[in-house]
């Protein structure tokens, strides 16, 4: 096995619409994170659901990540598991891992090894909120904690130059980016090759939960899929589009793309 491709780990993949899923249980991810770290290999944890098919069928920077040989892409909704069964996949429920589950179990595993944590996300008056989140989630941690909002910032390439260098030098082991979908993608895409970090995870707006910034869905409602319904009835709103339109669109996507399918087998 090469030290930047994890073959037995993607043992079982599947593709939809052309991005590819790989349906792990927690602790054949951690096994992953072990041997990457123990190969000094780098790793891109991404993951897939419902939103991030979406963002992937429009943004080809994010399509990209995913694909690399580099990249494990673990599922992140219910959804995307019952797509794999109708592949033909014998998928349970525990090959479906939300962030607000996994990613304290990989904080505890990182934290009880000695092996330092970055985060980069938010906006930069959270720092603090956040440094003590994550301390929430373990106190023997070692945190290296910044900023995300990049996007708008007119010293953007300083910014990130200097976050960047704060990383390296902390000596961080896995680094978690939290600016949403596909920016964080995008933004790993372009930087990955200048961190040294081992594994480098997008992790949307997880820390929002452990900070309070955001209520936590109850964790039943994970494994019968109905957490998007839980986040929508908060806040409709905003997340509208996300929960109503983009099926929706992505159905129309997917008709096409099996259609396309056919016309080429015949």
Same mark, same amino acid.
């Given at each position: 096995?090469?030290?930047?491709?994890?073959?037995?780990?993607?043992?079982?993949?599947?593709?939809?619409?052309?991005?590819?899923?790989?349906?792990?249980?927690?602790?054949?991810?951690?096994?992953?994170?072990?041997?990457?770290?123990?190969? =000094?290999?780098?790793?891109? &944890?991404?993951?897939?659901?419902?939103?991030?098919?979406?963002?992937?069928?429009?943004?080809?920077?994010?399509? %990209?990540?995913? /694909? +690399? =040989?580099?990249?494990?892409?673990?599922? =992140?909704?219910?959804?995307?598991?019952? &797509?794999? +069964?109708?592949?033909?996949?014998?998928?349970?429920?525990?090959? +479906?891992?939300?962030?607000?589950?996994?990613?304290?179990?990989?904080?505890?595993?990182?934290?009880?090894?000695?092996?330092?944590?970055?985060?980069?996300?938010?906006?930069?008056?959270?720092?603090?909120?956040?440094?003590?989140?994550? /301390?929430?989630?373990?106190?023997?941690?070692?945190?290296?904690?910044? @900023?995300? @909002?990049?996007?708008?910032?007119?010293?953007?390439?300083?910014?990130?130059?200097?976050?960047?260098?704060?990383?390296?030098?902390?000596?961080?082991?896995?680094?978690?980016?939290?600016?949403?979908?596909?920016?964080?993608?995008?933004?790993?895409?372009?930087?990955?090759?200048?961190?040294?970090?081992?594994?480098?995870?997008?992790?949307?707006?997880?820390?929002?939960?452990?900070?309070?910034?955001?209520?936590?869905?109850?964790?039943?409602?994970? %494994?019968?899929?109905?957490?998007?319904?839980?986040?929508?009835?908060? =806040?409709?709103?905003?997340?509208?589009?996300?929960?109503?339109?983009?099926?929706?669109?992505?159905? /129309?996507?997917?008709?096409?793309?099996?259609?396309? %399918?056919? %016309?080429?087998?015949?």
């Amino acid at each position: 096995m090469s030290d930047n491709n994890f073959p037995e780990f993607k043992y079982n993949r599947f593709d939809l619409l052309g991005i590819p899923a790989d349906p792990l249980e927690t602790e054949e991810i951690i096994r992953a994170l072990n041997y990457a770290v123990a190969h =000094d290999a780098q790793i891109t &944890l991404c993951n897939i659901n419902l939103h991030g098919l979406y963002c992937a069928q429009k943004s080809d920077h994010m399509a %990209k990540l995913l /694909k +690399r =040989d580099d990249s494990l892409v673990h599922i =992140d909704g219910m959804p995307i598991v019952w &797509l794999g +069964r109708l592949k033909g996949r014998l998928l349970s429920s525990k090959t +479906r891992n939300t962030h607000i589950d996994l990613v304290p179990v990989i904080i505890k595993h990182f934290a009880a090894r000695g092996w330092p944590i970055g985060f980069i996300g938010s906006a930069p008056e959270f720092r603090d909120d956040n440094v003590e989140a994550l /301390k929430s989630i373990d106190t023997g941690g070692s945190y290296c904690v910044e @900023h995300g @909002h990049l996007s708008s910032d007119v010293n953007r390439f300083e910014e990130t130059e200097r976050i960047i260098k704060r990383m390296n030098q902390a000596g961080c082991k896995i680094v978690f980016v939290g600016m949403g979908m596909p920016l964080q993608e995008e933004w790993i895409l372009q930087n990955r090759h200048l961190l040294t970090c081992t594994v480098v995870m997008p992790v949307g707006g997880f820390i929002d939960y452990f900070a309070g910034r955001t209520a936590t869905p109850p964790r039943v409602l994970g %494994k019968l899929g109905l957490e998007g319904v839980y986040r929508f009835l908060r =806040d409709p709103r905003r997340l509208a589009f996300r929960y109503i339109v983009e099926p929706l669109l992505l159905l /129309k996507i997917w008709l096409y793309y099996e259609f396309r %399918k056919t %016309k080429d087998r015949s």
